[in-house]
C-alpha cells in the first residue's frame, strides 16, 4: 500500500514539472495528482509542498490569476472558479473536499436575466487556515491567518482571525480558544 501512494506522489510530482514547463510557477516538491486540471493565468503559482488532489479543477481566464501558498493542499473534488480576478491562498492551508470557491458568480437583479449579470471579486484567504468539507465561498470574500471554516459553511464578507465559523451565510461560533462569542455567551 505505501509504494503504491509512493507512486502516486512521484507521479503528481511530474504532472507538477509538465504544469511548469506550461507556464505554472510550482515549487518544490509540489504535486498535481491525476485528474486534476489547472488553467491559469501568468503569474500563477503552487507553492512549495503544496498538493492538488484528483478532481481539483482551477480555472482562471484572461487576466485572472492564483497564488497558492507553502504547503497548502487542496482535497478532492475541489472547483476553484477564478476568471479574471485574483485569488489568494496563503501558507499551511488545508481545505477539505468538495470545495466551491467562486471568484465570478451570477448575480441576481432586479430587471434583466439572471445569466446576463455577474458579480466578480478577488478572494484571499490567510495562512494556518482549516476549511472544511463543501464549503463554499463567494465572490470578495476574506478569510484571515488562523481560522476554521466547519463543513457546509457557505463564506461571504470578512473572516477576521482567532474564530471557529459556520452556518449560512458563515458565522463566528466559537473563538479557536474555546471562547464563546459576546452574542452567544450566557
Known sequence: ML??????????RMRARVAAWLGLDVG?????????????GAGSTLGAGSILYRDVQILATGQGRFVIGARSHVAPGGYLLVGD???????DVAIGPGLMLFCE????????????????GEIRIGSNVFIGARVTVLPGSFIDDGVVVAAHAVVRGHLPSGWVYGGVPA????????????????
Open 3 to 12: 509504494i503504491g501512494y509512493t507512486l502516486d506522489a512521484v507521479r503528481a
Open 171 to 186: 458565522r463566528p461560533l466559537h473563538r479557536i480558544d474555546g471562547a464563546r462569542p459576546p452574542s452567544t455567551a450566557p
Open 28 to 40: 518544490t516538491r509540489a504535486q498535481i495528482h491525476p485528474g486534476a486540471r489547472v488553467r491559469c
Open 85 to 91: 480576478q485574483c485569488l489568494s491562498i496563503g501558507d
Open 105 to 120: 458568480s451570477n448575480a441576481v437583479t432586479a430587471t434583466g436575466l439572471f445569466r446576463d449579470h455577474y458579480r466578480r
